[in-house]
T-cell receptor, first 115, second 114 residues
């Protein structure tokens, strides 16, 4: 079975600081990778996803993530965060074969951006 | 329209009650999901319906009974729940093509079992 690790549980940044959130996965086969975000009081929504091609993917609101296969990692980055980026961020995976559409989430990272 | 709606928003029930959670989408999606999310934890998959057939049951206790009456609706019937079942129950839907599908989540039903 697949598993996902997010090592940063709580991150506090000042506005305009750069962001990098770590995500590592464990699975014996190929996976698709996702970052979801949950803003306060709102539902989970997709930031970006990777399933093939260029390992650097761009998502909404200036976020990007890089898939490094050798490191089983899919870290999320943003060059300059805003107060409105305060949210919980979840990395997630689905197996390409044999897992249906079973989305497995990491434990999440709570990001707080201070003015 | 990329909206998944869930009713009710909040539900309080006793351990002997029977209640149902409802989920609806009008995006033409053919896969629908139930997740359970405890406080400060990630969502955990419970059930997946693909083309109105149950395709994944993550060993969920039988006091939770899913139903997919048609491609737009998903219900979760609750009976004889325990206080530890209190959580946010999330519904999601996706196109149903393959594992690269984006899942669209509803706002959830916050369930409290007394």
């Amino acid at each position: 079975a697949q598993s996902v690790s997010q090592h940063n549980h709580h991150v506090i940044l000042s506005e305009a600081a750069s962001l990098e959130l770590g995500c590592n996965y464990s699975y014996g086969g190929t996976v698709n990778l996702f970052w979801y975000v949950q803003y306060p009081g709102q539902h989970l929504q997709l930031l970006l996803k990777y399933f093939s091609g260029d390992p650097l993917v761009k998502g909404i609101k200036g976020f990007e993530a890089e898939f490094i296969k050798s490191k089983f990692s899919f870290n999320l980055r943003k060059p300059s965060v805003q107060w409105s980026d305060t949210a919980e961020y979840f990395c997630a995976v689905t197996p390409v074969r044999g897992g249906g559409n079973k989305l497995t989430f990491g434990t999440g990272t709570q990001l707080k951006v201070e003015l | 329209d990329t909206e998944v709606t869930q009713t009710p928003k909040h539900l309080v029930m006793g351990m002997t009650n029977k209640k149902s959670l409802k989920c609806e989408q009008h995006m033409g999606h053919r896969a629908m999901y139930w997740y359970k999310q405890k406080a400060k934890k990630p969502p955990e998959l419970m059930f997946v319906y693909s083309y109105e057939k149950l395709s994944i049951n993550e060993s969920v206790p039988s006091r939770f009974s899913p139903e997919c009456p048609n491609s737009s609706l998903l219900n979760l019937h609750l009976h004889a729940l325990q206080p530890e079942d209190s959580a946010l129950y999330l519904c999601a839907s996706s196109q149903g093509r393959d594992s690269t599908d984006t899942q669209y989540f509803g706002p959830g039903t916050r369930l409290t079992v007394l």
